[in-house]
């Protein structure tokens, strides 16, 4: 029996596919198998002994010490691509939002009430302050192309934008789907400096923290309207209300609104609701519980933001699993020290770490105790 300890609620369509006959799954179980959260912080949570996986229903995993978890051999898993047509359409509309004051026009329409037959001539006579310019025809950059800058790319060329992208790590996958009509760059200069509007899909890491500054805003052309569906730290506050009290910015809108950012002009702050909707949060629910069945009932990695994806079918007595730092030859240094028939055996190395997964037949638990006493082995499991 599995305990399953859930942060948040996650929807049913997900914890149903973890039966009852083997797992125990609700928000009181102690001492975890697994953590299924949504948004809940885990930073200062204690990591007990027991706990082998941590499911993210969603993207991103700030909320997750990863460093911590790489350290005590918890595989770290998220939910690509689960919540991405649902944070694409909240794009879309921050697309038209940027442009068409549709949020202030529907704010000064309000203080008409009361103003009865005179409504409409009052509309007619205050409207010509809500101009805004149409998306068609112009020129959208992205930063970005996973699976939501994909999406967001494809739909803007759908609409009639003229769209570039750039992504020094576009996988096969994100290529495969991107519109031919998809202009790719070689770096983030050549975007602020040819685009009318912005969108930007990259993770919060010390390489992309405050990338929208003073700086990198002074290459923008004027008027440009940015959009930030990501992560709040991506973008220097100060330097966007210098910009929208100027002519350089027109609009900035964003998915994660900040103190600093409220009530400013020309700022459209939503409230993080790019998942926000039944079917991503189903989505996310099923790939981050499935995931975890995976990896602790064969081994599977698959979607782990701190371990390569390796998978292994059992043909032999046990399924052996190893979590460790990654060094050279390390896959048969295991195979030759394991001390039972090794007659299969995956292996792969991320971020420094590496897993590995043995076939084997004999005596595994022999074998677990063996691998443990190897330099630089951080967990071993036993898949029976």
């Known amino acids: 029996m599995y305990n ?20 125990a799954v609700n928000d009181s179980v102690s001492n975890p198998d697994a953590v299924i959260v949504r948004s809940a912080s885990m930073h200062e949570m204690e990591l007990g002994a027991n706990l082998l996986a941590i499911a993210r229903a969603g993207a991103g995993v700030n909320n997750i010490p990863i460093d911590k978890c790489s350290e005590k051999g918890i595989a770290v898993f998220n939910t690509p691509g689960a919540n991405a047509n649902a944070v694409k359409e909240l ?9 068409r004051k549709i949020v202030p026009s529907t704010e000064w329409i309000k203080t008409l009430k009361g103003k009865g037959d005179e409504v409409g001539k009052l509309v007619e006579k205050g ?10 025809g112009k020129t959208l950059g992205i930063i970005g192309l996973g699976a939501i800058g994909a999406l967001v790319a494809n739909a803007a060329v759908a609409l009639g934008m003229n769209v570039y992208g750039v992504d020094p790590f576009l996988s096969d996958a994100s290529r495969k789907i991107l519109s031919p009509d998809v202009k790719i760059v070689s770096s983030n ?107 602790l009932e064969t081994g599977e990695v698959l979607n782990s933001v701190n371990l390569p994806n ?48 043995l076939d084997v037949k004999g005596d595994a638990n022999a ?5 443990e006493a190897i330099a630089g082995v951080i967990k071993v499991r036993v898949i029976k």
């Open 367 to 371: 074998a677990k105790a063996k691998l």
């Open 91 to 99: 794009v879309i509309a921050g697309l038209l939002l940027a442009s």
């Open 127 to 136: 409207k010509s302050q809500f101009v805004g310019p149409e998306i068609a």
């Open 189 to 295: 200069d050549e975007i602020y400096k040819i685009s009318d509007y912005i969108s930007i899909h990259v993770p919060s890491t010390p390489e992309t923290k405050g990338m929208i500054n003073s700086k990198t805003i002074g290459m923008m052309k004027n008027g440009v309207r940015i959009l930030n569906f990501a992560r709040a730290d991506l973008v220097d506050s100060k330097a966007i209300i210098d910009a929208l009290s100027s002519v350089k910015m027109a609009a900035y809108v964003t998915d994660f609104a900040t103190d600093d950012l409220l009530c400013v002009d020309n700022v459209i702050a939503i409230p993080h609701l790019g998942a926000s909707t039944p079917e991503s949060e189903d989505n996310c629910a099923m790939m981050a519980c499935t995931e975890v069945k995976n990896y």
């Open 4 to 23: 399953i300890l859930t942060l948040n609620k996650i929807a049913a369509c997900g914890t149903d596919l973890l039966p009852d006959s083997s797992y």
């Open 310 to 357: 390796v998978t292994l079918a059992k043909t032999g007595d046990a399924l052996v699993t190893v979590i460790s730092k990654a060094a050279d030859n390390l896959a048969n240094k295991l195979r030759a020290e394991a001390g039972v028939t090794v007659i299969g055996c995956a292996s792969g190395a991320k971020k420094g770490m590496a897993y590995t997964i």
